[in-house]
Structure formats: structure tokens, C-alpha cells
């Protein structure tokens, strides 16, 4: 049984949408770690207070795909804002050189998507408060590996969070994996990504489990990723809307460790890019901007 938890608590959104927002204004980079040192003048909330800052002091995070290009990135900005993480990955000695060892917030735990909800179950413990995940099948020679990670690996994650009793589930996905119902059939980008084992039409096939789910999820779809610092500003629109683009992973790390603070980011489906005409806007306004279906 997971502690109880501030991402799915309607206290926790109701004090970070409306009462703390009267009196702070929250940056994108806000350390929710600090919010335990404030101290409120305003007796009159200070149930409120005390109940999210003993929520916000127990809260960890665990990632799938912990070592892959955005996922060690989720990692490093998520231990960066102040969270605990346990880094779910398919190799423990990789993951021991692509993450600093003598982290105490840091727990390496081995997770193979592949491998059944009851291990996912195991590796996520009953100490998690959300999951994100950012795994995707290597290119190799099984031809349905993009089934057996980006659809059943991601459904036994969904299923291993129901085991635990976790709430939050964001994923990262792709642009264009609606792309059949959108017009998109022939664009070459949506071609070359099912020509392996029809890979967006297995994240698609995920992401439908996930919206009947119940969990409370976020859906990032980003469009090409970059390993390059950010060149421009995010751009968010609406599921089956951005159909070209590229972001820096450092962009969609950002916007998948603030999503999980936003009650604006519940239960939507976004797709980002980024640009650089693009006017900068914190997450709130972003994700605030696309409406639930
Ligand atoms: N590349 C693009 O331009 C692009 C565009 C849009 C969306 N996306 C999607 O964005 C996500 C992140 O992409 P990325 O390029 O940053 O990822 P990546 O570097 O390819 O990393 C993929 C991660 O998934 C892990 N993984 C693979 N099979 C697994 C399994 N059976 N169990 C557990 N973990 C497994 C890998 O583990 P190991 O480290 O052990 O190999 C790795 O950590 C993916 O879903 C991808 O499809 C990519």
C-alpha cells in the first residue's frame, strides 16, 4: 500500500491551484522540497499546510527506462527538484555508470517491462508515488519488439501501478501515433516508425489502456527528439494536432517532472515541440491550455 500521497490528494490541488497560488507564485523550477520551510502567517490554513508538507516530504518517483536518452534526464531533473527516484532499468551495471553512485535519493531497481506486471509490481514497492515512463524498444532483430515494450510492456506498468496503488502515471509517448485516423498516413515520419514493428500504432494501442485505466495519467507526446541543449521554446497542442517538429529531451524531461506537480497536467494528452518563435510560458499555462477529453 503506497504512503499517502501528494499527487493524488484534492488537498494537495487544492492548495497548489488555489490557496498557494494567492500567496506565491510557483516558478517551473520550483524545489518542492523548499515548500517545507515556509512558513504561513495565516493560522487559519495551517492544517492544510501541515498535511501537504508531511505528503510532499514522502515522495518518490519511479521512472522505467531510467537509462535510456530522456529517461536519465527524468531522473537527473527529478533528483535536481528534490524527489527520491527509484530508476527502473534493464541493466543495473549501465545504470551504475550513467547515474552518480553516492546519491542517497537514488535507488537503482531492475525492471523489465517485458517481464509481467507482478515483477513491475516488486520493482516499484510500495513506496512510489507515481510512475513515468520512458521506455522504447531497441532496434534489433525481434520484429515485435515494439509490442512487446511500447504496448504489453507499458499496459503491465499500468497494471503494476494498480497492484501498488499508484495514482500518477505519465508517458511519454510520440506525435503521430493517431497519425491512421488523422491524415497522416502518408507522411513520411509516421511510415518510417511503423515500418518497425508498427511502433506508433503500439504506443497508440498503450495509450488507449491507459486513458481506461482510471489512473490519473499525463500523455507527452513529444515530436523528433534532440540530444542538444533546448534551440527554442515549448510548443503544446492538443492530441493529434503537431504532426512535425523536433524538442531537446532535456525539454520533454522538463515537461514530464513538472506535469507531475500540475493538476493542470491531469488526465490529458499533450504533444510538444519546441521553437523558437515560440513565446516562453510556464507548464501551468501550457498544460492549463489544452482541455481533457
Ligand atoms: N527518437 C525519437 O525521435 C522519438 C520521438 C518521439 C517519441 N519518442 C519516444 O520517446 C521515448 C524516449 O525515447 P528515447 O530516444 O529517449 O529512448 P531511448 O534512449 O531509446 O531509451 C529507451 C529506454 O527504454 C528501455 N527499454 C527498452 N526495452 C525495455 C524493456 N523491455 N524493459 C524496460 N526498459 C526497456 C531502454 O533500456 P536500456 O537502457 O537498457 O536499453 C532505455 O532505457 C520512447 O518511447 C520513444 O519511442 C522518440
Not at 524527489?83 to 537514488?106: E, I, M, Q, W, Y
Not at 516499484?124 to 515485435?144: M, P, Q
Request: aromatic share 8%; with cysteine.
Amino acid at each position: 500500500m503506497a504512503a499517502p500521497l501528494f499527487l493524488r490528494t484534492p488537498i494537495f490541488h487544492t492548495l497548489t491551484s488555489h490557496t498557494l497560488n494567492n500567496h506565491f507564485t510557483l516558478p517551473s523550477t520550483f524545489n518542492f522540497k523548499s515548500l517545507s520551510i515556509l512558513t504561513f502567517s495565516k493560522m487559519e490554513r495551517s492544517e492544510i499546510v501541515e498535511q501537504v508538507q508531511e505528503n510532499l516530504s514522502v515522495k518518490k518517483v519511479f521512472v522505467a527506462g531510467a537509462t535510456g536518452s530522456t529517461g536519465k534526464r527524468i531522473v537527473e531533473q527529478l533528483l535536481a527538484k528534490g524527489f527520491s527516484v527509484k530508476a527502473g532499468v534493464r541493466d543495473l551495471d549501465k545504470a551504475r555508470t550513467t547515474f552518480s553512485s553516492n546519491n542517497p535519493s537514488l535507488q537503482l531497481v531492475k525492471a523489465d517491462v517485458t517481464e509481467g506486471s507482478d515483477k513491475l509490481a516488486e520493482a516499484i514497492g510500495d513506496d512510489s508515488e507515481a510512475v513515468i515512463c520512458a521506455t522504447g524498444f531497441r532496434l534489433g532483430w525481434d520484429v515485435l519488439a515494439p509490442w512487446k515494450v511500447d504496448n504489453f510492456g507499458t499496459v503491465n506498468l499500468v497494471e503494476a501501478c494498480r497492484k501498488r496503488n499508484v495514482n500518477r502515471f505519465i508517458l511519454i509517448s510520440s506525435i503521430l501515433v493517431n497519425g491512421a485516423a488523422t491524415g497522416q498516413l502518408l507522411n513520411p515520419i509516421y511510415i518510417l516508425l511503423n515500418v518497425f514493428g508498427l511502433t506508433l500504432v503500439a504506443k497508440l494501442k498503450a495509450e488507449q489502456y491507459i486513458r481506461k485505466s482510471g489512473i490519473n495519467y499525463t500523455i507527452i507526446r513529444p515530436g523528433g527528439l534532440k540530444n542538444d541543449p533546448p534551440s527554442g521554446n515549448v510548443v503544446m497542442g492538443p492530441e493529434d494536432t503537431l504532426f512535425k517538429g523536433a524538442i531537446s529531451r532535456d525539454q520533454v524531461a522538463e515537461a514530464a517532472v513538472e506535469a507531475l506537480a500540475l493538476p493542470e497536467a491531469s488526465f490529458k494528452v499533450v504533444e510538444i515541440i519546441s521553437s523558437p518563435d515560440a513565446r516562453k510560458r510556464p507548464y501551468h499555462d501550457l498544460f492549463g491550455s489544452i482541455s481533457q477529453r
